[in-house]
């Protein structure tokens, strides 16, 4: 064998096994940003607290606050943007199925943030995010959101969605589907 015929077989063997590394590296990577990308769910968001103060007069315009808690299920470190909501109240009296309420029931729509956007959330770590909804004058429904039950409370519920990316990936995956419902008892108004 020659010496080119050598340098030749060398040439094609490194290259060959250099580029089964890549391919095996790419094939990993799929793999886990696959899996990743499918644990991202409705699930990892919760609605922490809603706080909606009294109305005393129709005329008046209230913030009402809504913070959220998402959490990483992946094992990798994921980036999430802000979540973008509806706010609803529920009329308790209304014995229309819950999906039929929706057109008239609209509150205003709200934006929640983390410190800064996007923000990267580490594997397990979880991070709160706040948004604020302006209600009154030319912003929402206050004739909506001042209905109560008997003992005074609110019934609110939100849908919700968020864009949430692999991070040092460039995958995204919209996360549709948040919902929260209030329980039977309601929501008291926050006298804070």
Known sequence: MNKRAAALAVTFLVVGVTAGFFMYRTATNYDAATEAILTLSPSMVQVEEVRIPPITSMQETISVEVAFN????TRQAILVWPISFKLYNDDVTDQRPFL??????????????APEAPYRLEPGISVTMEGTVLVGGIVGHIDVLNVTD????????????????????????DI??????????????YEG
Not at 70 to 73: E, I, M
Not at 100 to 113: E, F, M, P, S
């Open 176 to 189: 549709e589907g948040i919902l929260y419902v209030s329980g039977p008892e309601g929501v008291p108004p």
């Open 150 to 173: 008997p003992d005074g409370n609110y019934h609110p519920f939100i849908t919700a969605s968020m864009l949430a990316e692999l991070a040092d990936t460039g995958i995204k995956r």
């Open 100 to 113: 039929h309420k929706l057109q008239d029931r609209l509150v205003n729509l709200g934006i929640a943030t």
């Open 70 to 73: 998402v959490t990483n299920p």
